[in-house]
C-alpha cells in the first residue's frame, strides 16, 4: 500500500517549528510518512509498530525517532488501546544555518542511520523521559513568559537522554561500505524530502552537494533499500494521495504541485503503483483518522 504523505502543516503551527500531544490511539494507523522529524514515546498499552517494513511491539518506555523516509503504521491488539506523548518538528529548524536545534543536527544525523528507529528504555529512563515530556507539553499549553525558550532547552534535553541511553554499535548500519556520519547522505535525503516538487535528479544532488552519482545512488539503496528514483518516485506519490483526498484541486494541478513534470508521467506511474487512475483513488479512497 502507498503511504499518505502527511505534512507538517497539519501538525505544526506557523509560529512555532514544532508540536507535542498526548495521542489515544483506538484504531488502526495506515502506512504514512512525514516531511517532518517526529517522535512517539509510548506511555500506555502495547501495539505491533511496522517501520519500513520491519515489525516491532510498542509498549510503554519506547522511543521511537522517525524521519521522512521512514514509512510507518501502527496496528492495535484486538481490545487494546496505546497513549503516545506525540511531538513534530520542522526539520529545517535543524539543518538551517539559523535553525533553533542547530546544535543538536549531528546527534539527529546519527540517529538517521540507525537500522531500528526505535528504542526500549529501562523503567529510570522512562521515567525521566516522561517527567521532561510533562513538562514541555506544559510549556506549549500554558505559554507563559520563555515558554518556546523552555521548551527548547526540554527538547535538547530530551534528545539528549534518547542519544545517550538509545542502543548504540548493534543498530547501526553493517558492511563493508558503512556510511559514516560524515558522508552527506543525510542531507541529500533531507534536500529531497524537502524539495521533491523540484527538477531533481543525480546530476544536479551531483553538483549540490559533491558527491558521484554512483555514491550518491549507492548511498540511498544502503540506507532505504531503494533506488533514488523510486525514494523520489514514493515522495511525489504519496503528496498527491494527501492532496487528491484532502483538497479540491484539479487532477492536472495536484500532478504538477507533487512534482511531477507531465501528466502523462504522472498517470502512468500513479496507475503502475495503484492500479486506480488518480480520479479513481480519489473516488474510492478516504482519509485514514489516525495518522500519528
Request: glycine content about 4%; proline content about 3%; hydrophobic content about 40%.
Amino acid at each position: 500500500m502507498m503511504p499518505i504523505f502527511v505534512s507538517h502543516k497539519e501538525w505544526i503551527s506557523k509560529d512555532l517549528p514544532f508540536a507535542l500531544r498526548i495521542d489515544n490511539l483506538k484504531g488502526h494507523v495506515l502506512p504514512h510518512c512525514h516531511n517532518y522529524i517526529e517522535f512517539n514515546f509510548t506511555i500506555n498499552g502495547t501495539a505491533t509498530e511496522k517501520i519500513n517494513g520491519k515489525e516491532h511491539i510498542l509498549k510503554p518506555g519506547n522511543f521511537t525517532l522517525l524521519f521522512p523516509h521512514h514509512i510507518h503504521e501502527i496496528q492495535l491488539i484486538q481490545g487494546e488501546s496505546v497513549s503516545m506523548y506525540v511531538g513534530s518538528i520542522r526539520i529545517e529548524s535543524f539543518y538551517d544555518r539559523n535553525g533553533a536545534f542547530l546544535a543538536l543536527a549531528e546527534l539527529l544525523s546519527n540517529a538517521a542511520l540507525d537500522n531500528t528507529p526505535y528504542h526500549y528504555f529501562n523503567e529510570e529512563i522512562t521515567t525521566d523521559m516522561t517527567n521532561i515530556l510533562k513538562s514541555m507539553l506544559s510549556e506549549l499549553t500554558k505559554g507563559q513568559k520563555w515558554s518556546e525558550l523552555m521548551f527548547k532547552s526540554k527538547l535538547a534535553e530530551l534528545l539528549i537522554t534518547f542519544d545517550r541511553n538509545r542502543i548504540n554499535g548493534d543498530s547501526r548500519l553493517k558492511g563493508k561500505h558503512m556510511l559514516s556520519r560524515n558522508s552527506g547522505v543525510w542531507d541529500i535525503i533531507t534536500y529531497v524530502s524537502l524539495n521533491y516538487q523540484e527538477d531533481i535528479s543525480l546530476k544536479t544532488l551531483s553538483e549540490r552537494f559533491h558527491m558521484s552519482t554512483s555514491n550518491i545512488s549507492a548511498s540511498f539503496h544502503q540506507l532505504l533499500g531503494e533506488n533514488f528514483h523510486r525514494y523520489l518516485e514514493k515522495i511525489r506519490l504519496a503528496q498527491a494521495c494527501d492532496l487528491l483526498l484532502s483538497t479540491d484541486s484539479s487532477v492536472i494541478d495536484i500532478c504538477f504541485e507533487a512534482g511531477f513534470k507531465s501528466y502523462k508521467t504522472f498517470s502512468r506511474v500513479f496507475y503502475q503503483n495503484f492500479n486506480l487512475s488518480p480520479t479513481e483513488y480519489r473516488k474510492f479512497r478516504t482519509r485514514p483518522v489516525n495518522l500519528v
